[in-house]
């Protein structure tokens, strides 16, 4: 077995703060990156992750007194912002949740629409090489297809969009990848690609199960998955039926 995610130092330029909120779907917990150029008394945070006072305080020990001067969140999920307003609260500072392209903390950001995972996920890319994907690619397993509603918000996952994201992250010049779960991502392509085939190869079962008569998420789920339980199956159930969506919208 590969040895336990636990965040820390992964290149000159990037830190992972890991939250103790570790689950089948946060795999070890929620990754905050804190990006600063060596030397700089500035930072930059990508996702503060769930309103957790113990989680706040770890990501100030790594930041060792640097002002923030930008904070990103990567989607609307809680395990990535739910506590942005009381980081913002002790760390004052603009946030981004679009595209566009920033240059502080000696960093040049290159934040880029990723739909998919759900509606508003973005990544972003640093110029030296880091490309931090979020929820859109994780460090292990595959993401879910977020259909459904979240407090209410609809989510907005599709698996076009999502098969569009990876393709576009499949052009940028990455040199790893630093996801909102799990471990770095040391072949970016490899991986990006592995998980563009693994989405297609889903796909493929979808309609085998369509065609030996299943119908609906539940019963495609079963001759899919076979039987899952609790968070498991709820979000299978959430990817089926973005597979079902697309394949409903195939000519």
């Given at each position: 077995m590969?040895p336990r995610?636990?965040g820390?130092?992964v290149?000159?330029?990037?830190?992972c703060?890991?939250?103790?909120?570790?689950?089948?779907?946060?795999?070890?917990?929620t990754?905050?990156?804190?990006?600063?150029?060596?030397?700089?008394?500035?930072?930059?945070v990508?996702?503060?992750?769930e309103?957790d006072?113990a989680?706040r305080?770890a990501?100030?020990?790594?930041l060792?007194?640097?002002?923030?001067?930008l904070v990103v969140?990567t989607?609307?999920?809680?395990?990535?912002?739910g506590?942005?307003?009381?980081?913002?609260?002790?760390?004052?500072?603009p946030?981004?949740?679009?595209?566009g392209t920033?240059?502080?903390?000696g960093?040049?950001?290159?934040?880029?629409?990723?739909p998919?995972?759900?509606?508003?996920s973005?990544?972003?890319?640093?110029?030296?090489?880091?490309l931090l994907?979020?929820?859109?690619?994780?460090g292990?397993?595959?993401?879910v297809?977020a259909?459904?509603?979240?407090?209410g918000?609809?989510q907005g996952?599709?698996l076009?969009?999502y098969?569009?994201?990876?393709d576009?992250?499949?052009?940028?010049?990455?040199?790893?990848?630093l996801p909102?779960?799990?471990?770095?991502?040391?072949d970016p392509?490899?991986?990006?690609?592995?998980?563009?085939?693994?989405?297609l190869?889903r796909?493929d079962?979808?309609r085998?199960?369509?065609?030996?008569?299943h119908?609906?998420v539940?019963?495609v789920?079963?001759?899919?998955?076979?039987?899952l339980?609790?968070?498991?199956?709820?979000a299978?159930a959430?990817s089926i039926?973005?597979?079902?969506?697309?394949?409903a919208?195939?000519?």
């Amino acid at each position: 077995m590969p040895p336990r995610w636990t965040g820390g130092p992964v290149t000159d330029r990037a830190t992972c703060v890991l939250e103790d909120n570790a689950g089948p779907m946060t795999l070890d917990g929620t990754n905050t990156w804190v990006l600063s150029t060596p030397g700089s008394d500035e930072a930059v945070v990508v996702d503060p992750g769930e309103d957790d006072p113990a989680h706040r305080a770890a990501i100030g020990t790594v930041l060792a007194g640097r002002r923030v001067v930008l904070v990103v969140g990567t989607h609307r999920h809680r395990d990535h912002v739910g506590g942005m307003d009381a980081f913002l609260a002790e760390h004052p500072a603009p946030v981004v949740r679009e595209a566009g392209t920033h240059e502080v903390a000696g960093l040049r950001l290159r934040v880029l629409a990723t739909p998919g995972h759900t509606s508003d996920s973005v990544c972003v890319l640093l110029d030296t090489g880091e490309l931090l994907t979020g929820d859109t690619l994780l460090g292990r397993g595959s993401t879910v297809i977020a259909t459904g509603h979240q407090q209410g918000v609809d989510q907005g996952g599709d698996l076009g969009d999502y098969l569009r994201s990876l393709d576009l992250l499949l052009t940028l010049d990455a040199d790893v990848v630093l996801p909102g779960h799990g471990p770095v991502v040391r072949d970016p392509r490899a991986a990006l690609s592995t998980q563009r085939q693994h989405r297609l190869d889903r796909l493929d079962q979808v309609r085998r199960a369509l065609a030996a008569g299943h119908r609906g998420v539940d019963d495609v789920l079963v001759a899919v998955h076979g039987q899952l339980e609790g968070t498991l199956k709820w979000a299978a159930a959430q990817s089926i039926r973005a597979q079902l969506d697309f394949l409903a919208q195939q000519p």
